[in-house]
């Protein structure tokens, strides 16, 4: 039941959208042509889901494209794949694609066109940031989320907007300067060393490349500081409170969802096996930061008067555990962190849409205008519940399934000190409970102290449409989790061994290894696992990269 | 039907009966007034996991079975599945939490009659049972947790039950938390296990716990033993169950004295194998539980409402239950679990009568246009209620002399088996064992003189409340008094599953002993040496005498005072009283050195350097971005669309150059 291309059509109808939605006349006419665009891109994305081979789940699977980009004198490829770890984002990213365009269904009433082309354009590059496996066009889609966002938030967002959307798109865009210099950098030496000399962005061959030691510590600073705003890790997160406090309400989805997501997972996908030593050499710092954004951004959420800057840093913290995850350098903790980057998508996602729909109701968000709406919105108070208790890591909801793993494999880890990191990262779920709890019975408990809420309409269908499916998948992931740590397993165990051989191999060994010790070996190409067979037909979409590079030098 | 249906069916029928409960009311809002149909499923699921547990009992079975359901959560070499074991131990907290649970269910029908959440109330109470069932028959650590979890998080969504006081919302929150302060101890203790042994299931613990060193294993089991200090309301975290309260009254019963407040004692009790091998910590166990019986003890002499006098009584026997385990007698634990399940559900069931009886009166008075104070819960306005009462008395009374002690009732069996370990652990040479029960026999005292009070203030002498004369309370319908009866015949009689080592005499066994000893749930220390029968006599000779001298001593105190309230109290223990009536300043003192700097730092510290040092560094580098970009501001003003194409079209570039 392959398609052809599936993955490039799931990345670009978003943007085929786009066009459409333009074109459009009404209001409503947007409205609809983005919700079915979006409902579309996540039906074919199942495809993704159910074609995908389990067994296979580290290989790069329904790979796409594979051409130059630019010229031959670059090796620079469009190139879409997914492996596990990137089938969850996606699929992540292709279901909050609908929920948001139902989310702004009513809030958003002015410049209609503009905010659902934004939204349309900036899934597309959310979706290619997670398929790239070309550290250039990897960026290009990276890049391509910034401006749709400065936008969400510069027209549709509240009183200080402006201030907000340059904030956020200057400080990332920093970062991410800072890295284009590392990835040219890097694509030259990278093509000096195993591509004939080549310019390289390609994902694999930078993989197989062996980065000088020298050079590693300060590569992986460009690469790390690019993400670790993104995530955000303290001590560079002051730009998120900003950012979701006066982005609408989609815009806060969409970036607490996804956007931030993109950091953890550069993390990961890149820093990681770019460079092992300096990682490993850095990993107490991370922890560390890590722990302390866990920590700190709870007690600072507790502060907040306002429920979003609440869930706002809520996100510092929970992203903290994510990081520690994926410093502790143990397959276990690894593995909560990927899922626990789909579950706050979810979790904090929710929280988002539940806050957005109280400021729909009363134009506020401070916490003291509610109170004991319980009893007036009872079908909000449960999903409220619901979602927070996940968010607070409550067995038998998806967030503990994430916390767990990550602590109980951060705390075997074999790094010095990272066990009395965990330890100091284990009070969160004390610290969630606090400032989580607190909000609560902040909004929803207590007695109604003013009269305007004890008329409050509660949940209508649209909302119930919009909270459903994210409640049942909390729950989902957190009574059966298999199904989601077993996709991206294969994946994070080979990278996480390709990243332990590198770090175990003396520093500045020759830097093509395999293909000096093991010339014949065609199982192995830069440390990825390639199917043997070169039979492309029936490959289901999993073409061996090793023989498309072949099949397109003829 | 085999082992493994029925715990399935055991397990998921009150899940059910929570989704059929919760959901549908919950999305159909004409479904909520339906009393009885909700009432009835409410019960029916879990009175038949009760009846297969029975089952299971009568049919016996020879070796723990373990029924594995299917992998929970994998991750690198870590796993878990969700898989259930059915042993002598978990099946007899399975008939504990299923047949009291079942006979509250019934009580509430009647006890929640017209509450406009009644169906909320159903379902949480099912939702609970379904989550203490996982807890006591999970077969690794990580079930047993989620279990425990989430009968917290019943706990707190009963304690917040009635919402619109702020106060019951803010003891909802307290209880949470300060579990969850116990839950970070018992995370721990699972992540160094998971490091050790590399796994959580019981038997690969047990097979790898001798291979840790001395120091991990102390380390393991006193990070448990803080998880059970929060669960089970121990010294340091003991401060939430008294504002429990706040929750309606079956669920103090069921939640707050029956049975999740025994959990920390069933997770000993499940790892007793391991937590023999830390005796150090053991002797912290013994003692924490004895401090804790006496202070609650002393506590509950100067409450004056009836519910918070029963919750300290549940502090401070939850005490006597972790003296027990301290002293190697976990069986003895378990034991003094069931009989304190059936009497303590007794009296909480029968102040509930009480309150509900009170509320009568109140609603009487404000009807004849009273508007004085009137709490349905204090003791000092009540007063002479057996001649109104006399079912609700009756099983109050038995309940009462089963808790004191009084010779051949449930409480008296197991707290002499619990003080005889406790002697027997001394006379065995740790020294500590002897402070041990000497705390216990003197809070046996105090637990006879309190619980007498609380009778005595209740049910006899006059009535207190406003215009008495005329205005009286009724008793309670059957599905209120009949639940009573059978919790005060079970005080009556449930001790005997449990006799002293002096009926061996006679040709008696301790069925209890033998029966959670069989197939090795339950570890004990043997001792070394043997406690002479003439020495065991003397000892259940002083356990009565203080016992009925606690009963007595009470009955004049309060006989002779008039039952006036307390001002006798406060004349008679002088400047005690003050620090008892307040429980010891406990809540102000972490008011001041816990919560206060941890929100203060958080809203005056934290919170104004986030946004003037972290994020003022930050600022004065956007600033001069915000000036150089004011160009692109000015741009940006009505002409999205025109953006939108123009990355449109850098697309189509892109695309274009990329063919080329």
């Not at chain 1, 907007?161 to 300067?177: C, E, P, Q």
């Not at chain 1, 890790?233 to 969802?257: K, N, R």
């Not at chain 2, 425990?148 to 003891?171: M, R």
Request: net charge neutral; charged share 10%.
């Amino acid at each position: 039941m392959q398609v052809p291309d599936i993955l490039s059509i799931v990345t670009f109808l978003p943007l085929v959208g786009a066009l459409l939605t333009m074109a459009a006349r009404s209001d409503q006419a947007i409205r609809v042509t983005a919700l079915a665009v979006t409902t579309a891109t996540f039906l074919i994305s199942v495809l993704l889901w159910t074609g995908f081979s389990v067994a296979d789940a580290a290989e790069l699977q329904f790979v796409s494209g594979g051409f130059n980009l630019i010229s031959e004198a670059y090796d620079i490829r469009y190139l879409l794949g997914i492996d596990g770890i990137s089938l969850l984002l996606v699929l992540l990213t292709t279901l909050l694609g609908p929920i948001v365009v139902l989310s702004s269904w009513k809030y958003i009433d002015r410049h209609v066109k503009g905010y659902y082309t934004l939204l349309l354009i900036l899934q597309t590059g959310m979706t290619g940031v997670f398929c790239a496996f070309d550290v250039v066009l990897f960026y290009v889609f990276f890049e391509l989320t910034l401006i749709p966002m400065y936008f969400l938030i510069g027209i549709w967002g509240g009183e200080e907007r402006i201030y907000a959307a340059v904030k956020f798109v200057i400080y990332t865009m920093a970062g991410s300067l800072l890295m284009l210099v590392a990835i040219l950098y890097l694509g030259h030496a990278a093509g000096q060393a195993v591509n004939d000399g080549l310019f390289t962005t390609d994902y694999f061959k930078l993989v197989e490349y062996n980065v000088p030691i020298s050079t590693q510590t300060w590569l992986f600073v460009l690469f790390a500081l690019a993400f670790a705003i993104k995530v955000p890790m303290f001590p560079f997160h002051t730009w998120l409170p900003d950012a979701h406090v006066q982005a609408p309400t989609g815009g806060s989805v969409i970036l607490a969802g996804v956007l931030l997501k993109m950091g953890t997972y550069g993390l990961v996908r890149f820093c990681l096996p770019f460079f092992p030593h300096a990682a490993a050499e850095q990993a107490v710092l991370f922890g560390t930061l890590a722990v302390i954004g866990i920590i700190y951004g709870a007690l600072v959420s507790r502060a907040q008067p306002d429920a979003k800057k609440l869930v706002a840093y809520s996100s510092v913290s929970h992203l903290g555990f994510v990081v520690l995850g994926i410093f502790a350098f143990t397959l276990t903790s690894l593995q909560g962190a990927v899922i626990q980057m789909i579950n706050h998508g979810l979790s904090t996602g929710a929280l988002f849409l539940l806050v957005g729909m109280l400021y729909e109701r009363r134009h506020t968000r401070r916490m003291a205008d509610f109170g004991g709406i319980a009893r007036s919105v009872p079908l909000l108070t449960f999903f409220m519940v619901l979602t927070a208790l996940a968010s607070a890591g409550l067995p038998g909801l998806n967030g503990f399934v994430g916390e767990f793993l990550i602590l109980v494999g951060s705390f075997g880890s074999s790094i010095p000190g990272m066990t009395v990191l965990t330890a100091f990262a284990t009070t969160g779920v004390i610290l969630a409970a606090i400032y989580l709890l607190w909000m609560l019975s902040r909004i929803f408990f207590g007695p109604v102290r003013n009269e305007e809420n004890q008329t409050m309409p509660d949940l209508n269908r649209r909302e119930l449409i919009i909270l459903v499916p994210l409640a049942a998948l909390m729950i989902l992931m957190g009574v059966m989790p298999q199904p989601f740590l077993e996709r991206s397993e294969p994946a994070t165990a080979q990278l996480l061994e390709l990243v332990q051989a590198k770090q175990s191999a003396a520093p500045d060994e020759p830097s093509r290894p395999s293909q000096k010790n093991m010339p014949d070996d065609p199982v192995r190409e830069g440390g990825f696992e390639v199917r043997a067979e070169p039979d492309t037909s029936q490959t289901q979409g999993m073409i061996p990269y090793a023989s498309m590079l072949q099949a397109m030098d003829h | 039907m085999g082992a493994d249906r029925a715990i399935l069916l055991i397990v998921l029928l009150p899940a059910a009966g929570a989704v059929l409960n919760g959901l549908l009311p919950l999305f159909w809002p004409q479904l909520r007034r339906s009393e009885a149909l909700i009432g009835t499923i409410g019960t029916a699921v879990i009175a038949v996991p009760f009846v297969l547990a029975v089952t299971l009992f009568l049919q016996g079975f020879s070796e723990p079975e373990v029924v594995p359901f299917y992998t929970w959560m994998g991750a690198g070499d870590f796993s878990v599945s969700v898989a259930y074991r059915i042993d002598h131990l978990s099946l007899i907290m399975t008939l504990v939490v299923t047949g009291v649970g079942a006979l509250i269910h019934l009580y509430s029908i009647g006890y929640m009659h017209g509450d406009r959440s009644f169906w909320k109330f159903f379902a949480y109470l099912n939702l609970f049972i379904f989550m203490m069932l996982n807890l006591v028959l999970a077969d690794n650590l990580l079930v047993l947790f989620l279990g425990w979890e989430g009968v917290g998080l019943c706990s707190y969504l009963l304690i917040g039950f009635w919402y619109e006081d702020f106060k019951n919302s803010a003891a909802a929150t307290k209880a949470f938390v300060m579990n969850r302060i116990g839950d970070f101890a018992f995370l721990l203790a699972m992540f160094i296990l998971v490091r050790e042994v590399g796994s959580l299931s019981f038997s690969a613990i047990f097979a790898g716990a001798d291979q840790m060193s001395a120091g991990t294993l102390n380390a393991v089991v006193l990070l448990l033993f803080i998880g059970a200090t929060g669960k089970s309301a121990q010294i340091p975290l003991f401060t939430w169950l008294p504002d429990a309260m706040a929750g309606p009254t079956p669920v103090s019963a069921l939640i707050h004295a029956a049975t999740m407040v025994t959990s920390g004692l069933y997770l000993l009790a499940r790892m007793s194998s391991v937590v023999l091998m830390a005796p150090a910590v053991m002797a912290a166990i013994a003692v924490t539980g004895a401090v804790t019986a006496l202070v609650a003890a002393t506590i509950a002499i100067a409450q004056t409402d009836i519910k918070r006098v029963l919750a300290y009584s549940t502090v401070s026997q939850l005490g006597f239950m972790f003296m027990a385990s301290g002293v190697g007698a976990f069986f003895v634990a378990i034991f003094h679990v069931v009989t304190h399940a059936f009497f303590k559900a007794c009296l909480f069931l029968g102040s509930g009568s009480v309150i509900h009886g009170m509320h009568h009166v109140e609603r009487k008075l404000r009807h004849e246009g009273y508007n004085g104070a009137f709490d349905p819960q204090d003791m000092r306005t009540m007063g002479g209620l057996k001649r109104f009462m006399p079912q609700t008395r009756l099983t109050y009374m038995i309940a009462t002399l089963a808790i004191s002690g009084i010779p051949l009732t449930a409480g008296f069996f197991s707290k002499d088996e619990i003080l005889f370990k406790a002697f027997e652990f001394g006379y065995d040479g740790h020294a500590f064992a002897w402070f041990v029960w000497a705390v216990g026999i003197g809070t046996a005292l105090l637990t006879a003189f309190y619980m007498t009070r609380s009778y005595m203030l209740t049910f006899e002498g006059t009535s207190r409340w406003p215009r008495a004369a005329a205005v009286h309370p009724h008793e309670s319908p059957w599905t209120i008094t009949g639940p009573l009866m059978v919790l005060a015949s079970l005080s009556l009689a449930g001790g005997f599953i449990g006799l002293p080592k002096l009926a061996e005499k006679l040709g008696l066994s301790n069925w209890i002993h033998s029966y959670l000893a069989s197939h090795g749930p339950v570890a004990e220390i043997a001792a070394t040496a043997h406690v002479s029968t003439g020495m065991e006599i003397g000892l259940i000779l002083l356990g009565s005498l203080v016992a009925v001298g606690g009963v007595w001593w009470a009955w004049r105190f309060f006989a002779r005072h008039e039952l006036a309230g307390d001002g006798h109290i406060r004349v008679r223990f002088g400047g005690l009283y003050r620090w008892w009536k307040r429980s010891y300043f406990w809540d102000e003192f972490y008011g001041k050195v816990a919560v206060k700097p941890v929100i203060d730092g958080a809203e005056k510290a934290l919170a104004p350097l986030d946004s003037a040092v972290v994020d003022g560094l930050v600022n004065a580098v956007a600033r001069m971005a915000l000036r150089t970009s004011s160009m692109v501001r000015h741009l940006q003003t009505g002409v999205v669309q025109a953006y939108a194409l123009a990355i449109v079209l850098g697309v189509v570039v892109l695309i274009a150059l990329m063919a080329g």
